[in-house]
């Protein structure tokens, strides 16, 4: 089975890992670290807003149950990608709204729907969403992982 990796910035990573983490198709998720400059960094690192990490989850799907244009519209439809470094009450570079592609053809998929939102008119605000490159991808902390199933809860409390 060929399996891809997909990695999205959505705001606090516990509720995106629980949203991704249902998708039919999705083998794993977890949550991490990447998009900045620090290597191994913590959780109370990367809330210092000092390293350029955005909080994230690295999804790893099978292409033929699940496509990535299917992940790319959870993605858009989770989270506000119009508030800059925010997302609800979480504020700072860690919670923005960012898609790190692994390929060409991911990077083309993730503009090409970043344009079709915008032009859809569903948000009245400009879309503030990044895509850049994956880089190092630094695992976060256990008692992250899966921290809203381990919780019995669905999603987090605003």
């Not at 794993?28 to 998009?35: D, I, K, N, P």
């Not at 809330?47 to 955005?54: E, S």
């Not at 979480?90 to 991911?106: A, C, K, L, N, T």
Request: with cysteine; charged share 20%; proline share 4%.
């Amino acid at each position: 089975m060929q399996t891809e990796k997909a990695t999205f910035g959505a705001g606090c990573f516990w509720g995106v890992e629980e949203t991704f983490r249902n998708l039919k198709g999705v083998l794993s998720t977890s949550v991490g670290y990447t998009g900045g400059t620090q290597e191994n960094p913590t959780y109370q690192d990367v809330c210092t807003d000092k390293t350029g990490h955005a909080e994230a989850v690295e999804v790893e799907f099978d292409p033929s149950q699940v496509s990535y244009d299917e992940l790319l519209d959870v993605f858009w439809s989770n989270h506000n990608p119009t508030t800059l470094n925010r997302q609800g009450p979480d504020v700072g570079m860690q919670y923005r709204s960012v898609i790190f592609y692994h390929s060409p053809e991911q990077l083309a998929a993730a503009n090409a729907s970043k344009k079709t939102l915008e032009k859809s008119g569903r948000f009245n605000r400009p879309i503030v969403t990044q895509i850049e490159p994956a880089s190092t991808y630094w695992r976060a902390e256990e008692y992250h992982q899966r921290y809203l199933q381990k919780r019995g809860q669905a999603h987090c409390a605003v």
